[in-house]
DNA sequence: GATGAATGAGCTTTCATTCAT
DNA sequence: TATGAATGAAAGCTCATTCAT
């Protein structure tokens, strides 16, 4: 099955603007990484930018559906830090540069753009927000900076991005869980008793 | 007591760099907030990229250097793994701009340049492998991966640079203790009988 | 019959070349007389040094091709000297310009390019070279310095192009033909018993 | 004793000028040639194209006013070319890289310098055009064509800065000769009878 | 006499983008 | 759909020169 064109452009520019950032990736490097004339990558996206921009909000929309999704109507705030961590991390380790892009150059788009991107961040971040809140005000939390808990616990896991590779000693269950365990305990909750069993889901 | 220019122009160029990105960052942008021409920029830096490894270099050999003098005669792997991440931790939170430069932007330099800084880095970094694998080595610590906790622990603590504020609602004390807590659990050591009291130093 | 787009930049930079030097030459004065912008320009040379060693090698590798058709198979050495020095001047009367930036401009060359001129220039002047190397050992030519005998002639030649012109007294005819005539006394042949009728060919 | 430091400058500049044409020469290249600072270097020249005129101008002026002392008050225009040529020959064997300056430079210059340059080299080419006039005028040279030949001579002449060394097979007294000879043989004069003895003098 | 500091103007080259075909 | 041609703007850097010390 031949790769549609649209993307093969898209994998290109998530390839370079990983290894050599936003600004260090020209038309022309995207133009040869996706067999295209500079000309003719016109056709497959609006601007550099735009390019970019949807990179990041692919990105941001598939996190934040899929966390969405696992942590919708589950009560115990345990379980939904659990499972953002857990996802946070496999998302990271799996989509390296796409998530790194993300997290490196927010400062390149313009204010509306970023506007638009930021968003879905908070959004996705609320999510988190949420969690700790709500396990600090039901008691099953305790971390005196819960603002300050939940911007380190997702710093760690972005670092995910920087340094796991499959090849590694280390399944992504297992680092998954690990993380997991290492956010339970850094809010004050007993992971020992593991809230649930090993999660394979996305 | 006047500002030196060359200290100037390392100054714009911090601010910039971490801003904006090396490459988003123009040679008149340079100019500009060094309150310099373009022309007089280069009498005090040899190149953008000269002045970036210069900056690199910089802030890993005082990170080196304070490392060195604070793990030196320490036997105790604990107290040298705790003491490496509060300086980690602190450094990164007073000198976010710096540290965030040269974590993003390795990719920027050329061969040559870049193995000079990576070398650096390696120095540093060593330091905490070491003191891993000491405690791994004396059975004060256990993990499975160490390699993989060094790393997790480093991105961890560069996560600091991202989104610590002085006028947040934690110390900088606090912060660094903390997260030496975290290292200290993720490695199965029990900081609950902190291998030391509260080190003020850096 | 329009003129190619490509050609016309290397009419100018001809022109310019000749007229101001390489480094005396700016990219913008090569885009004015090519009614190009600056960015157009690079659609039609790899770099202005690139621009200079092309003109240099059509120019040589046209000499030397034209040299070898008319001198192969000539036993004589005379005749064979006779000829080459014809077509050396009317090829220097006629591109005054092109010969003299193969001339003067070799020195800004970067080495590997240089390389690549000279070996062509060698190999037109090894056909020189041998003219005069047969016509001593056949005791035809008599010349106690025959290296110094090829220098010296090829060096008068090449001043025709710079005070040739076209409107002035002598036919070219008249003017290679007089040329000849010295050169072969200047290797002690005996030229009032020309070689061969006046060769009208180039 | 020391060199004086204006001739240190003037020194660099002949050099680097003949190797690399002034507008390839910059002026930190003349400093570090000189063992100067930039800005010292305008202690000892007005300009970098004053610098340029004024080695253009020394070099004429000495041609000048050495071929004038050779000739004045010789009647015979065969003696006055021959003198001249040889003098011509030898001083462009002495001092390729002034004389190559003078040759491929003057373009460089601007209007009113260039006059005066132009002057200078108008005045010792009339002593060439002055003894080829006079040898027609009374019939001991014929040419068709004065000023041609007078052209072709002196280009012919000049190659000389471009080939000879002083380490090659011929002595520098010889060359002169062998080229007077054929300057005389070129206006059809009968330099088998030289028209006077070797002359070593300058 | 010597020079570090400074600069406006300029350099060659590349940028992202558009458009006619 | 695809692309050669084209470009204004900007890139990093160097130019020759001046001047206060």
Known sequence: MALDTRERVRRAAVKLFAAK???GTGIRDLAQESNLSTASLYHYMGSKEELLA????GCLRTLLDSATAQTTDVEDPAIRLSRLVKLHVR????????????DHEIHVLAPATRRSVVALRDSYESLWADAVADGVASGVFTTA????T?????????????WYSPRGSMS???LASHYADVALRAVGA????????QSKGE
Chains 1, 2, 3, 4 share one sequence.
């Open 190 to 197: 007993c992971p020992q008793r593991s809230p649930e069993g």
């Open 54 to 57: 949807d990179i990041m909000r």
């Open 21 to 23: 950032g936003f600004h």
């Open 150 to 162: 939940r911007l380190a616990l997702l710093e760690m896991c972005n670092g995910v991005a920087r």
């Open 91 to 102: 998302t990271h380790a799996r989509l390296p540069r796409e998530t790194r892009i993300v």
């Open 145 to 148: 900076h819960p603002g300050v």
């Open 172 to 174: 992504l269950d297992d």
